[in-house]
């Protein structure tokens, strides 16, 4: 774990930035839930934000006897190739971590930006 600083985690994952990375302008974010990883930019992160929005929108199929487990809502991710077929408790909890990760990143800059005034 030296290797990384954590941002922000909760039940679903963990995002964090690599130490290697630290030294450039904007370093990405490694978001990492459902054996999953994405190093991000936190425009993309704003981006997958707005499309877990839009799938909580979504419904389910007609027939779902359970809708809350039900996988059958798509998540698009900031990979135009890739999409995740997740549930409603699923859905929250990575808008959750996604959120959370934007919160502490931009009041990192905002301290860092505060504090060269």
């Known amino acids: ?55 909580i929108q979504s419904h389910c199929c007609k027939e779902c006897q359970d809708p809350q487990h039900c996988k059958s809502l798509l998540l698009r991710t900031p990979s135009d190739k890739i999409d995740l077929a997740v549930n409603r408790e699923e859905i929250h909890q990575i808008q959750e971590l996604i959120n959370g990760t934007i919160f502490r990143i931009e009041l990192k800059l905002w301290v860092k930006e505060l504090s060269l005034n």
Do not use: H
């Not at 030296?2 to 690599?18: L, Q, R």
């Not at 839930?33 to 991000?40: K, P, V």
């Open 1 to 55: 774990m030296n290797a990384i600083d954590k941002i922000y985690s909760n039940e679903m994952g963990i995002s964090f930035f690599w130490k290697k990375e630290m030294n450039m302008a904007m370093p990405r974010v490694q978001l990492v839930f459902r054996d999953i990883g994405f190093l991000l930019t936190l425009n993309e992160l704003k981006d997958f934000s707005d499309a877990c929005s839009t799938t």
